[in-house]
């Protein structure tokens, strides 16, 4: 089992949707939570990160955690076309001493 | 404020030669992480530092990779003989306390011919 998995995609919507991105992990140690975006050919840049069960909103994106079942999820509310991207969800654990595990990321496309 | 900075962004190189990657990573920040991302493997940890100093070095894939990190500005990745499997984008990221957020460089784009 991958420690953090996320279905590749590509994930499509239409413009104007909410986009639903998905991410389990295997290590229960784990505290923080981070969505990364990455456009073709770019690095990857922080969206939001989240440590505790609930919900994060940040504009048009809410970060979701669950820690009893181990899923963390990316909803983009109004999706655009310039959100279209690889969306990698990352995990730390304290029990690794600060490495970041990242999944292998899930291909969004917005169809205008 | 500037970002993390890598160069080259693109190298080229034949096989067996050495090539040495660089990394500034933000200013004050005390984690330096050193990716490689192919369309296979995806995004892989290679090596981290905090201050200075290798923490983790378990996702070196051979002994033909290195890395120093001679002070707080400044970080290489060598591999020594490149090979066409090393060909990949490299990415340096940088974080404060190293629980935080990780700051990535634009990339050195590498292919070993």
């Known amino acids: 089992q991958k420690e953090v998995e996320q279905n590749s995609g590509p994930l499509s919507v239409p413009e104007g949707a909410i986009a639903s991105l998905n991410c389990t992990y295997s290590?229960?140690?784990?505290?923080?939570f981070f969505w990364y975006r990455q456009y073709s050919g770019k690095s990857p840049e922080l969206i939001m990160f989240i440590y505790s069960n609930g919900d994060k909103e940040d504009g048009r994106f809410t970060a979701q955690l669950n820690k009893a079942s181990q899923y963390v999820s990316l909803l983009i509310r109004d999706s655009q076309p310039s959100d279209s991207a690889t969306y990698l969800c990352?995990?730390?654990?304290?029990?690794?001493?600060?490495?970041?595990?990242f999944g292998q990321g899930t291909e969004l496309s917005v169809k205008p | 404020d500037a970002g993390v900075i890598q160069s080259p962004r693109h190298e080229v190189t034949e096989m067996g030669q050495e090539v040495t990657l660089r990394c500034k990573p933000i200013?004050?920040?005390?984690?330096l992480f050193w990716y490689r991302q192919t369309m296979m493997r995806g995004l892989e940890l290679l090596i981290y530092f905090n201050n200075n100093v290798p923490i983790d070095d378990s996702g070196m894939p051979e002994d033909r990779f290195s890395a120093k990190m001679p002070n707080a500005s400044f970080s290489t990745l060598k591999i020594q003989p490149s090979e066409p499997r090393d060909s990949a984008v490299y990415f340096c990221a940088s974080s404060s306390q190293g629980r935080d957020t990780q700051y990535f460089g634009p990339g050195t784009r590498l292919t070993v011919l």
């Open positions: 290590d229960r140690g784990s505290q923080s």
């Open positions: 200013s004050g920040h005390d984690y």
């Open positions: 990352a995990v730390n654990s304290y029990n690794q001493g600060g490495k970041l595990i």
